[in-house]
């Protein structure tokens, strides 16, 4: 690893906290945030409040971005603190901003910001899964601590990501200048995907990155996820990785916290043993999105496996294939699945008729969730 870049994964919600906090303590020129969930209603939301006001008092320039539904527990005594003492707080797709525009208004409530990205002094970013939230504090998750100057590149996207989310151009302008050497830089150590709502014929960047992952395995494919709702062309992928003798393992929680995904992530689940891969059902709440792909590349993000993260949120993640990067995110797979029940084999035959039904509802709901 080359003397201006490092790293580090976080494994549990607590610890990630611990060291973001950390880093926000240590900003010396700005905090850029943007993240899905950030609530007050516990110790940690109230520190990061306190150490936000206090940057912002220092002369530290804080700008944030929350999404609007994610974060609807923030009380507005917070929020009118944030921004009294001097954090510039956006809150994204706000459902509850007056228009006449029927279209306008859902499409605010529909497309949400997911991404959990963390960004100090241009030199040190946190990225993956991790919310501000009391319900969190005792998950596994998975956060990278990413450092560097040439991670100026993502404060950049984040100034652009300000502006298209009703912040003023002026905030954000110097950020709007990157650098291109710095840029080119960064895409030999590791890629970032930002991910935005897909529009009528486009792709989707997070469906083509896991699907060509996927297709391309050649040894191993190794996926985490809490919600997980794929469609029939990944189950197909999954049946052809495993005529060409790759092992396709999943990592889920055996009771994920979002009750539809307690409902219908099972029949998912079950559908991926039957095409042929090895579900992996964890005991704890496991709030990790990553992939691991022949212990050549890696993937860590926000984005589930499901039509939301595919195409109608933000998200945002990181790629890299730095050999030692990859070792040791596959190292903690590995822990997973070895804490882990393996989902055993499904006799072949007819289902019961409670079974067909939720089979039905499960896919019903795919599209939605």
Known sequence: MSKDFSYKFYKTTSEAWEAMYEAVLAADRVILWETYIFVDNDETGKKFLD????????????RMIIDAIGSLELSDV????LRGCGVKVLRHNDPLRFSWKLREWLRRIW??????????????????????????VSWEDLQMRLTGKILRQLSYRFAKDYVRSGGDR????????????????LKEKVKFILHYPVLFGHKSKVKSLYY????????????VTPYYAPDMDFLRLI?????????????????????????IGQVFLEAS?????????????????????????????SANLTPRSMFWNRESGVIFEEKEMVEELNGILDDWKSRA???????????????RFWSWLAHLLRDYV
């Not at 150490?51 to 804080?62: D, I, N, P, R, T």
């Not at 497309?111 to 939230?133: C, M, P, T, W, Y």
């Open 273 to 301: 043993v039957r095409a042929g891969a090895t579900v992996y059902q964890l005991p704890f709440m496991n709030h990790a999105k990553a992939v691991g792909v022949d212990k050549k590349m890696g993937i860590v993000g």
């Open 78 to 81: 917070s929020l009118n603190r």
């Open 51 to 62: 150490a936000l006001c206090l940057k912002a008092g220092q002369g530290v320039e804080v």
């Open 111 to 136: 497309q949400r910001s997911h991404r959990k990205l963390l960004i100090i002094d241009d030199e040190v970013a946190f990225v993956g899964g991790v919310n501000v939230e009391k319900s969190a």
């Open 170 to 185: 002026k905030e954000v302008r110097k950020w709007l200048r990157p650098k291109r050497a710095a840029f080119e830089k």
């Open 341 to 355: 029940t393996v989902l055993g084999e499904l006799k072949s035959g007819r289902k019961g008729v409670v079974k």
């Open 212 to 223: 060509k992952s996927l297709a391309l395995a050649k040894e191993s494919f190794t996926l």
């Open 239 to 263: 049946t052809e990785a495993k005529n060409r003798g790759v092992k396709v393992n999943i990592i889920a929680p055996l009771r994920p916290d979002v009750w539809i995904f307690k409902m």
